[in-house]
């Protein structure tokens, strides 16, 4: 039978009717929002589904049950093709600040929940979805919804507590009608009600309420359309490589499917997109079965029941929820179990999407939900043109990687899931690299039939997954158990049985074997633990049973940021030092932002992607681009040939080529870039270029090896204060010991952005770049075009994050956009991909430290000599500056009389590492407070004593002589130990610690003394241009670069005090070398403090031409002394400058000031380790920073904690995984784990040094972007402390090592507990790992 087809698709966004005819099956919903409709506010994070900022919702009508459902998506996944009949909205269909903002946008941006702003959107609509289905939901409503969001700029802080106000729950504020967060903490634990001193952040009586009523309806017609009874036409779609049906019956889809059986069954795209995208697998047709009823059929029978094959994942999750509370519990174990796992399984989008057929399918090795299904006896209906068969998942259902029993030509129609029956019970547990939105490294399920009224079991079922290339039953395992009693001795038995047969060799891909293999028997005991409790309470066995450790706390609290308001004395003029919210954030929250790669196409635009390298050193023998240019669409291929000016960028005398010329440094070296008409055909293009390499010998990937090779990029750094060998004589004792550091992905959520114009005469280029130093790219551009800077306009309106990685790439990246953009003579756009950023642009610094420390009895630090080895990668960018300040932080906040620090980057043949905020410091400082934390171990003292007594106090002098006054330091570690009742915390965890068994707590105070302005003199100045307007209206220009970090805010805030305005006459269009040339970059923590100046003196200076006009009127209005000044032919506009502080560092002398000043911290943080699989969560974390007079606090906390957040990331999740070759395997949100809503301290509390003061900088505020990275530092040594906790109950004490970051791998291994004891570590040598330790 064949039915009638149609090639048109129709959708609605935002209300509006879309009709496309013929749509490209490759053609996503977010490229079609973007490109198609302009509809900008949607954002390109990843492409993978991994980030949420291309969330949007999805609203289908069900004839069947007449309902509308609502779900958020992400539209990266989305093929436009599916879309037929549903209704999309998007940030730009739910409010604007143009007619009215829906209150999710209005609380994210007035809570200050908007930084960058470029994850906003994406967050906006996961809260918007959530209300439009819930319109009160509960705390865990809402951190289920953000899950799968990531902010890389806020720490998820704000945005919570923005969105708690819409949820209902006694733990949002106004409890028992006093607001939480006004209850201020006392020493003795008590709280009181501060209402009356305590400011706020924002003000809750401003929200505007949510009016369900208002919303967008579902469009009538589409209702229409799904009601229709005629028989649906089969839909078809013909790309440019790949073609798609979509038939309206399973008749016509089996029919399909016995034509072309081959062609794969797209559903949710969760599995296939990701594998077209990043793999380039194509496939030419593909069979749609998204329309078809039966798959989505749910079948109740006495037995259990059957779900259709095509139901979302969530959709089965409500549908067990549904179950579970019509059941008796005894029926529902496997429902409840298969809950869980799905609770935990990817993000609430990907559970929208992805469907149970597609994912038993997939059949991944670490899939979640198979090992459930498989232990829990369910089985699937199959179904072609010409068979029907049920065939149980199990074992030989998995046939091998991503392979299946099911035939080419048929399809799951649905999936059995049996009810349990008494004394059979069933469980599941998975572990991932972070609590949500993670694959799992290992997970596994078990069900057991005990015989009735005791604990021998009848019949026993357990499989794995992640320990090999399928979902597993451990067999042998499952035999041995059988017929016996449910009991330790039996289990111990088991063990052994387990390690045998699910072997996993050495270099297995995925690697962290040992620990894999640890959680083999880790999950098998929590099994055991949980079917006891169970069996005890059935009543089927007596007696003491061990406890099972409950799950890890989540619940979210209250948090606390303390600040000082402003006097009643400030005029309400004056903006300087109120929480004013960031000055964009309701545009960021709407969408309306514009961001580099939201600009309209210019026309004939063409787009730029770079083809690199596959090698890590090796001869470049040909270039062959002939197969790039028969790609259709393509242009041109830019060699290193093309360029017309400098072929390379020199720093510290050592070359980068743009384009390599002759040789590859690294794999993942930008070799040629391909233009062409659109982003497909360019990425397809540099896919088809061809280069045949000749291999150079010995590349170098890790530290230990540069430094056996002394591969470095000079100068290093020596610096010694005290005589360091002549102490080591003298002391108690002496400890030599050292620690790695892994490196960090900036991770911005705006990846590297470019375009470039050309504007057509003079050799006159305009750029648009995401930068945080425009002059820098400026000046590259020109220098590769070979024209003079005056050429060159660089334009910077705002970046999606940056933390360091837009500084010096940016330039290269534009560098070679402008040769491309040049040789044409057409406007030409780059934005990297995800996975092309991360492998091009470099990171944070790896890093070795080694010490050897001399101290006394009582735990004074007499002597310490400290080495650290940086991983610089390739090329030596900014490296060798990060070695200079290493060398000049590594006292941190210590007074240690004799020290000696050598400092160097090494050379490696790995991608280029570059500034990261911190600068080097986040990697310096760990070492140094390991070493203390050593100190300490050996002495058996509490390391917060060893920390007091070794402590800058008072007037100080640093290693390098630099003067300074260390009392602030001491106030934030007073009143941090006040503000987290540290001595009742360390009471309390020690109670904890004696009363669990394989849960432990730890918690760590670390200081932070930190350096501002830059140590190169020059680069502390910043200009600045202010124009009055004859309105009134004021634009000021500075240099600053806004990256979420309200710089613009503040600048606004400075003109006002200055202009005697409200901000609200003040605007900062954007940075530009046309405006205020010779930039210094947005670094360094000391864009407020050079910028404020610049704008501050050009400010002062119209205020004194206005000052006669307003003596003479001052009664008029700014208005009308402005209008005086024009007709007086008073120039109403003005040019600032700072020249800034003449900071220097002698290093023959050792001696210098490198620094204005010095910004203080101290944070508290407190964790709980589940011991059995090393998953950790940080309870509390409270920070006391000295930031002097705060200019705006709500952005200064926002910095401090969102640094804090990306230190946590970086010292205890955050892991870049190499290959044996050099080949970076992390290159997106699913191998790469950023810290997310999950991982905030569940309760997170700031408070701002009061009364302080800073003469060195404006308004005696003080630079606080960077320090607080270092704080996140408190996480990873809470966890230490509670792995030592571990270790004693193993009756292990002293000094052990812990590198960095603390994953859950590296912190179970560290327990050295009975499990990790009996999987020994392989023999390193001895086998060739997946990932290398660089
Ligand atoms: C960001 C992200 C995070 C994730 N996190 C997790 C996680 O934490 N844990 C986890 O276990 N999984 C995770 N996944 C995987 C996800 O569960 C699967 O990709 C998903 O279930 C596949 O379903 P789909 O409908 O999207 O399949 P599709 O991509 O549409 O199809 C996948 C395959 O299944 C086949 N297929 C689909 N339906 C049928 C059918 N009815 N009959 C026959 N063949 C069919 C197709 O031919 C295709 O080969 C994640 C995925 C992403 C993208
Ligand atoms: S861009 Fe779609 S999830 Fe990241
Ligand atoms: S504000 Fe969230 S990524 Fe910048």
Redesign the pocket.
């Known amino acids: 039978m064949s039915t009638a087809s149609s090639n048109t698709l129709l959708f609605f966004v935002n209300g509006k009717k879309v009709e496309v005819q013929n749509a490209d099956p490759e053609t996503n919903l977010l490229s079609y929002l973007r490109d198609k409709l302009r509809l900008t506010g949607t954002k390109y994070g990843c492409g ?3 980030c949420g900022a291309c969330t949007v919702m999805v609203s289908r009508y069900q004839p069947r049950t007449k309902t509308i459902f609502h779900f958020s998506v ?1 539209a990266c ?1 989305v093929p436009i093709c599916q879309l037929h009949g549903a209704a999309v909205t998007t940030v730009e269909g739910i409010g604007s600040t143009k007619t009215r903002l829906h209150p999710v946008q209005e609380r994210i941006a007035k809570a200050n929940g908007s930084q960058c702003g470029f994850c906003t959107p994406g967050m906006v609509m996961s809260m918007y979805t959530l209300l439009r289905n819930k319109p009160q939901p509960s705390m865990e409503d809402i951190r289920e919804a953000m899950s ?1 969001n990531l902010c890389r700029c806020t720490g998820y802080r704000p945005i919570i507590d923005g969105y708690r106000t819409f949820c209902q729950e006694a733990n949002c504020c106004q409890l028992n009608g006093t607001c939480c967060q006004n209850r201020e903490r006392v020493p003795n634990g008590e709280e009181h009600n501060g209402l009356q001193d305590t400011p706020q952040l924002f003000d809750k009586g401003e929200f505007q309420p949510l009016d369900p009523t208002q919303e967008v309806i579902f469009p009538p017609e589409l209702i229409l359309m799904a009601e229709r009874t005629s028989p649906p036409e089969t839909l078809s779609f013909c790309g440019e490589r790949m073609s798609l049906l979509s038939p309206g019956s399973l008749e016509e889809l089996l029919e399909l499917k016995i034509k072309h059986p081959e ?13 077209i995208k990043f793999k380039g697998v194509v496939h030419t047709l ?1 069979i749609s ?1 998204l329309r078809v009823q039966e ?1 989505f059929a749910v079948t109740h029978t006495p037995e259990g029941v059957w779900v259709g ?2 139901c ?2 969530s959709e089965l999750l409500s549908l067990l929820q549904k179950l579970i509370s019509e059941n008796l519990p005894e029926q529902s174990e496997l429902f409840r179990a298969i809950t869980k ?1 799905l609770r ?4 609430l989008q ?2 929208n ?10 059949a ?1 090795p ?5 090992p459930v299904l498989a232990a829990g006896n369910c089985k699937i209906s ?1 179904v072609s043109s010409s068979e029907r068969r049920e065939l149980p998942l199990n074992q030989e259902f998995f046939v091998s990687f991503g392979k299946t029993l ?1 035939r080419p030509e ?4 649905s999936v059995f899931i049996p009810f349990t029956t008494k004394g059979e019970l069933v469980s599941a547990l ?1 572990h ?1 690299p972070r609590k949500e ?4 490294t290992v ?1 596994c399920a078990m069900r057991v039939l005990f015989s009735e009224g005791s604990s021998v079991v009848r019949d026993i079922s357990v499989y794995y ?1 992640g320990v090999g290339a399928t979902t597993v039953k451990a067999e042998k395992t499952c035999q041995a158990l059988f017929n016996k009693e449910w009991s330790e001795s039996v289990l111990s038995q088991a063990y052994d049985i387990l390690l045998d047969e699910l072997v996993l060799p050495p270099s297995a891909p995925g690697g962290k074997v040992q620990f894999r293999r640890v959680l083999t028997l880790t999950l098998f005991f929590k099994f055991y633990l949980e079917l006891l409790q169970k069996l005890k309470h059935m009543g089927w066995i007596s007696g003491e049973v061990p406890e099972n450790p409950l799950p890890l706390p989540s619940d979210i609290q209250p948090s606390v940021q303390h600040f000082q308001s402003v006097s009643n004395a400030q005029s309400s003029h004056d903006a300087v030092g109120r929480p004013v919210m960031h000055k964009a954030a309701l545009s960021q929250a709407t969408g309306e932002a514009v961001y580099c790669d939201d600009m309209p196409p210019v026309q004939g635009e063409l787009y730029l992607a770079l083809a690199t390298s596959s090698k890590p050193y090796a001869k470049i023998k040909q270039l062959d681009v002939s197969a790039a240019l028969q790609v259709p669409g393509v242009v041109d291929v830019i060699t290193a040939e093309d360029i017309p000016g400098q072929k390379a960028r020199m720093d510290f005398g050592y070359n980068e080529d743009l384009l390599a010329q002759t040789e590859v440094l690294c794999v993942g070296q930008p070799v040629c870039a391909v233009v062409a008409d659109t982003k497909a055909h360019a990425k397809r293009g540099a896919a088809a270029v061809r280069v045949q390499y000749e291999d150079l010998p010995d590349p170098i990937f890790t530290l230990e090896d540069a430094i056996l090779k002394s591969s470095y990029f000079e100068p290093s750094r020596r610096i010694e204060k005290g005589n360091v060998t002549e102490a080591f004589k003298s002391v108690d004792h002496v400890y030599e010991g050292g620690i790695y550091m892994g490196g960090q992905e900036h991770f911005y959520m705006e990846t590297q952005s470019t375009l470039v114009v050309p504007v057509g005469e003079e050799r006159e280029f305009h750029l648009y770049v995401s930068t945080q130093w425009p002059s820098s790219t400026q000046v590259t551009v020109a220098e590769t075009l070979s024209i003079p800077s005056n050429r060159v306009v660089c334009h910077v309106k705002r970046l999606g994050g940056a933390f360091g990685g837009k500084v010096t790439k940016a330039a290269n990246l534009s560098a070679i956009t402008a040769v491309a953009a040049w040789k044409t003579n057409r406007a030409v756009r780059c934005v990297l991909e995800r996975g092309d950023d991360m492998l091009i642009t470099g990171g944070r610094h790896p890093l070795l430290g080694k010490y050897k420390v001399g101290f006394m009895n009582d735990g004074r630090i007499v002597a310490a000599d400290l080495e650290y080895y940086a991983n610089a990668g390739f090329s030596a960018d900014e490296s060798p500056l990060i070695a200079e300040k290493i060398a000049l932080h590594l006292d941190n906040a210590y007074n240690i009389p004799h020290l000696r620090g050598f400092a160097v980057a090494c050379r490696t043949n790995l991608p280029s590492n570059t500034s990261f905020r911190g600068f080097g410091v986040p990697q310096c400082m760990l070492v140094v407070e390991n070493m203390i934390t050593d100190v300490a171990m050996k002495l058996g003292m509490p390391v917060d004593k060893v920390r007091e007594l070794n402590m800058y106090r008072g007037p100080s002098v640093t290693h390098y002589k630099m003067e300074f006054d260390a009392k602030n330091l001491l106030l934030c570690w007073d009143e941090c130990k006040r503000r987290c009742e540290y001595n009742a915390r360390c009471r309390a965890v020690e109670q904890f610690n004696k009363q669990n068994q394989w849960k432990k707590r730890g918690v760590a105070i670390v200081p932070i003394k930190y350096g501002i302005a830059f140590a190169e003199s020059f680069l502390n100045q910043a200009a600045a241009l202010v124009h009055i307007y004859k309105d009134g209206s004021v634009l000021v220009a500075h240099a600053g670069a806004e990256m979420g970090q309200g710089v613009h805010t503040k600048m606004q805030q400075v003109a006002s005090r200055e202009l005697h305005i409200p901000i609200s006459k003040i605007y900062i269009s954007e940075t530009s070398t046309g405006t205020v040339p010779n930039t210094c970059p947005s670094a360094a923590s000391f864009g407020t403090d050079a910028n404020g100046m610049a704008v501050k003196d050009a400010c002062q200076i119209l205020y004194q031409r206005l000052k006669p006009i307003i003596d003479k009127n001052p009664e008029g209005s700014w208005e009308s002394w402005v209008n005086t000044a024009f007709f007086d032919k008073i120039s109403l506009s003005a040019t600032g400058f700072y020249r800034g502080p003449d900071t220097y560092m002698n290093w023959e002398e050792v001696e210098g000031r490198p620094y204005s000043y010095f910004t203080y911290g101290v944070c508290f943080s407190e964790v709980e380790l589940d011991c059995l699989t090393g998953d950790y969560r940080t309870l509390r974390t409270d920070i006391v920073m000295d930031v002097g007079r705060s200019i705006n606090p709500s952005v200064d906390i926002g910095q401090i904690e969102g640094a804090f957040i990306q230190g946590l990331g970086l010292y205890t999740m955050e892991e870049l995984k190499y290959g044996p070759s050099g080949v970076l395997y992390t290159r997106g ?2 191998q790469y784990k950023i810290p997310a809503v999950c991982d905030m301290p569940l309760s997170f509390n700031i408070y701002l040094l009061p009364d302080t003061d800073n003469p060195h900088a404006i308004y005696s505020s003080k630079g606080i972007g960077e320090p607080s990275v270092f704080l996140g530092s408190a996480v990873f040594f809470a966890i230490k402390d509670a792995v030592s906790a571990a270790r004693a109950d193993s009756g292990l004490s002293g000094v052990f090592s812990l590198d960095s970051p603390s994953t859950p791998e590296r912190a179970c291994l560290a327990t050295a507990s009975r499990f990790t004891q009996k999987v020994p570590a392989s023999k390193p040598g001895s086998f060739k790992p997946w990932a290398l330790d660089i």
Request: net charge neutral; proline share 5%; glycine share 16%.
């Open positions: 993978g589904g991994g992400t996944l799968g062609a794969p069954l797209l559903m949710g795209n969760t599995h296939l997109g990701p594998s593909m079965a798959l094959a095509g979302s994942l796992q935990n399984l990817g993000s990907i559970r999407m992805a469907s149970l057929g597609g994912h038993i399918m997939s991944y670490n899939s979640d939900l198979n199959l099911v048929e399809i799951v129609l998975r991932a939105t993670a694959f799992s997970t997954g949100p699913s």
